[in-house]
Nanobody, 123 residues
Framework: QVQLVESGGGLVQAGGSLRLSCAAS????????MGWFRQAPGKEREFVAV????????YYANSVAGRFTISRDNAENTVYLQMNILKPEDTAVYYC????????????????WGKGTLVTVSS
């Protein structure tokens, strides 16, 4: 069982930056692929970014590539999402997830999910 708690959301102006954190419980954090997803009001949840257990492999949604960076600190059981050049369309609840493979995580099949943190980008 893995428990995930996101933090770092808030209100930011367009063009600004935020860093989200996701703290994970358990001693097997390194064995999990970690991902970030988001759900905007009235829309379905969508994939944002994913990182392998070692941190050596990452993938991003086209909409955030070049602006967002996913990273992890296995010693601290934490995964991060650095978000730069934020746009109003990035407004959403952002969720952290843990899973077994990059392939399944990229299609939204995480095994464990956090409760989310709200990011609001004003124009």
């Amino acid at each position: 069982q893995v428990q995930l708690v996101e933090s770092g959301g808030g209100l930011v102006q367009a063009g600004g930056s935020l860093r989200l954190s996701c703290a994970a419980s358990g001693r097997t954090f390194r064995s999990y692929v970690m991902g970030w997803f988001r759900q905007a009001p009235g829309k379905e949840r969508e994939f944002v970014a994913v990182i392998s257990g070692s941190g050596s492999t990452t993938y991003y949604a086209n909409s955030v590539a070049g602006r967002f960076t996913i990273s992890r600190d296995n010693a601290e059981n934490t995964v991060y999402l650095q978000m730069n050049i934020l746009k109003p369309e990035d407004t959403a609840v952002y969720y952290c997830a843990a899973g077994s493979s990059i392939t399944t995580m990229r299609i939204g099949r995480g095994e464990y999910w956090g409760k989310g943190t709200l990011v609001t980008v004003s124009s």
